[in-house]
């Protein structure tokens, strides 16, 4: 499975206990890891992989093929997204799902033209803008 090894690469993001000893060590590439270092690290995938539906399966995938195709630059702007979003206030994520949702339905010129508008909506215009566009039911937090 050529997909599995980006799909490790976005898990061990976290962190991985048994590693936490050599963190001020530089650590090897994974050919000189051990069998017993490499299945710490792929453990915790094996059990959500077994754990999850067929749908979540395919987004697994989908996602570490994703990754996978990435550059070195567009992975650490991925990272980067992901701690904003989970350092953000949950009011600051209902607005920003709700932005996302819409602007992804309209054109370029007219998404430009909105974030321009947000930008410059005082809080009460926003409030009334989320009223007027809420965002459908958040996904399950990771």
């Known amino acids: 499975m050529k997909t599995f090894p980006a799909l490790l690469a976005v898990l061990l993001l976290a962190p991985v206990t048994g590693f936490a000893q050599q963190s001020a060590q530089a650590l090897p590439e994974w050919e000189q890891l051990t069998q017993q270092q ?3 690290l ?4 094996r059990e959500r992989w077994n754990s999850s539906t067929q749908d979540k399966r395919h987004h697994m995938l ?3 093929a994703r990754w996978q195709s990435m550059t070195p630059a ?3 702007r991925a990272r980067h997204g992901e701690r904003r979003w989970r350092d ?3 009011e600051r ?3 920003a799902r709700a932005l996302f949702e819409h602007m992804r339905t309209l054109p370029e010129a007219e998404r430009k ?4 508008r947000w930008k410059a909506m005082t809080p ?9 566009n809420p965002p459908r039911e958040p996904r399950r937090e990771r």
């Open 38 to 40: 490499r299945e710490q």
């Open 42 to 45: 792929i453990a915790p995938v």
């Open 62 to 64: 989908d996602h570490a």
């Open 74 to 76: 567009e992975r650490e």
């Open 88 to 90: 953000m206030p949950p």
């Open 93 to 95: 994520r209902e607005q």
């Open 113 to 116: 033209a909105m974030v321009e």
């Open 124 to 132: 009460e215009q926003r409030k009334a803008w989320m009223d007027a």
